[in-house]
């Protein structure tokens, strides 16, 4: 008896909840009805899945088009721009996945680079790169002792926020100048 007042809950909520996906409930029994329930409840999560990602990827399109405009960019073919537009994608992801993060401080966005992998970026934007004709710093400029300036710093406070002091400008792209280095140093 308990177990068909348990089988006529359940199906008054699968007809109340359920109407246009089940009209009549299986002769069959119980079980069958459940597992067809089951098998269109995930059926939907797994559609909806794929039109998110439909989504995304038409969104991405658009974003990828609008990106093109905004830094002029220019592909030399088909496949170029295929390559491309996957390494934008993957970078978006990154970016919108990251911004997703409650617990952040800043926020990311795309810009020059977004269609470059990590590897492109790397070899072409970080390293010191010396020119020819200088190698090395001569043995008495690098003997070269220079005393400090200010020995007496105990008036200085624990620490010091330079933004509030207007010393720090915005972030700006340096280009290839080679002073990467510097900025990687003291962050």
Not at 68 to 91: G, I, L, P, Q
Not at 169 to 183: E, I, L, S
Request: proline share 3%.
């Amino acid at each position: 008896k308990t177990f068909l007042k348990k089988e006529s809950i359940l199906i008054h909520i699968i007809l109340k909840y359920y109407p246009p996906y089940i009209a009549y409930i299986s002769p069959l029994g119980m079980a069958s009805t459940v597992l067809l329930i089951l098998t269109i409840f995930l059926s939907s999560r797994i559609s909806g899945a794929t039109s998110r990602n439909g989504l995304f990827e038409a969104s991405a399109v658009e974003k990828h088009g609008q990106w093109m405009a905004r830094f002029h960019r220019v592909y030399s073919d088909e496949s170029e721009k295929r390559n491309r537009f996957d390494n934008f994608k993957k970078n978006l992801e990154f970016v919108q996945r990251f911004n997703m993060n409650k617990n952040i401080t800043y926020k990311l966005d795309v810009n020059e680079f977004s269609d470059l992998t990590d590897e492109e970026f790397r070899a072409t934007h970080t390293g010191l790169v010396v020119p020819e004709g200088i190698n090395k710093i001569s043995t008495l400029e690098s003997r070269l002792v220079v005393p400090f300036r200010y020995e007496n710093v105990s008036d200085a406070g624990e620490s010091l926020d330079w933004r509030q002091e207007g010393a720090v400008t915005p972030v700006r792209y340096q280009g290839t100048c080679g002073g990467c280095w510097a900025f990687s140093a003291v962050a």
